[in-house]
């Protein structure tokens, strides 16, 4: 099987990397751990790398992640016209605003739990194909990040989220999308605290890593814990910061 970075070189260290094609989950359990700042890092990273990612925005409005990514320096106009990235706005597609332009792709018509995968599934056929028709496949890793899939719970309420994510597990396995065209590794980030959703999701998972932080008298602290991955019998646990040279991230247990 093969490796690949997350480009968090202590967790990359820590774990000997990442197999190829796997379903990480990354868990912010309280939003001051900004367990999803460690998503704009890796994004930063892999977008440099010259890889081919699939945003899908489904918890905040477009317009606004896209400042957000260009204040953490990643230049985020020129991957959407280069093709690397490619985000599919389920908020915008949702409530709005669109942000009409290359790269940038809708859901058309009823988004129930159950016709959503499949729309989503056509949207990425779509993009894959336009890498298909450039030649970008070649040579290049392939992503998908889902930011954030608790939110699902908010747009369906929690026994059809639930139901969605049955659905969505089925679709991957049949859609051309996915059988016809290279598959990517996938990082999907849940917010908030673990619920049904959460324990179902957690088990379809290679690798699970949650973000908490504490107030102490010295400031915040942030720890990142590995939960669950190949070959790993015990919780890893990190402290990091995020200082103005970037991701600091040590090992502690």
Do not use: C, Q
């Not at 890889?51 to 992640?65: A, C, E, K």
């Amino acid at each position: 099987m093969e490796m690949i970075e997350l480009g968090l070189r202590e967790l990359d260290r820590a774990l000997g990397g990442i197999k190829k094609g796997s379903y990480i989950l990354l868990h912010e359990e309280d939003p001051r751990s900004l367990g999803r700042e460690l998503v704009f890092e890796f994004l930063k990273y892999k977008l440099e790398k010259d890889s081919l990612i699939g945003l899908f925005n489904i918890s905040h409005p477009l317009p606004v992640v896209l400042e957000i990514m260009r204040k953490r320096g990643i230049d985020v106009d020129r991957y959407l016209d280069s093709l690397n990235l490619a985000i599919i706005d389920t908020f915008g597609s949702f409530y709005g605003p669109r942000v009409e332009r290359k790269g940038v792709w809708y859901l058309p018509g009823s988004l129930s739990y159950e016709l959503l995968s499949r729309k989503y599934a056509e949207a990425v056929r779509a993009h894959k194909e336009l890498w298909k028709r450039e030649g970008m496949f070649e040579g290049r890793e392939l992503w998908g990040v889902a930011m954030d899939v608790s939110e699902y719970s908010h747009i369906f309420g929690e026994e059809d989220a639930l139901s969605y994510f049955e659905v969505s597990a089925e679709i991957r396995r049949r859609h051309s999308a996915y059988r016809d065209y290279p598959t990517g590794t996938n990082l999907w980030v849940f917010s908030g605290k673990a619920d049904r959703v959460f324990s179902s999701i957690y088990r379809r998972m290679d690798y699970v890593i949650r973000t908490r932080s504490e107030l102490t008298e010295k400031g915040v602290k942030r720890y990142l814990y590995v939960l669950k991955a190949p070959g790993v019998d015990e919780v890893m646990t990190f402290e990091y910061s995020l200082e103005n040279e970037g991701l600091a991230l040590r090992r502690i247990y």
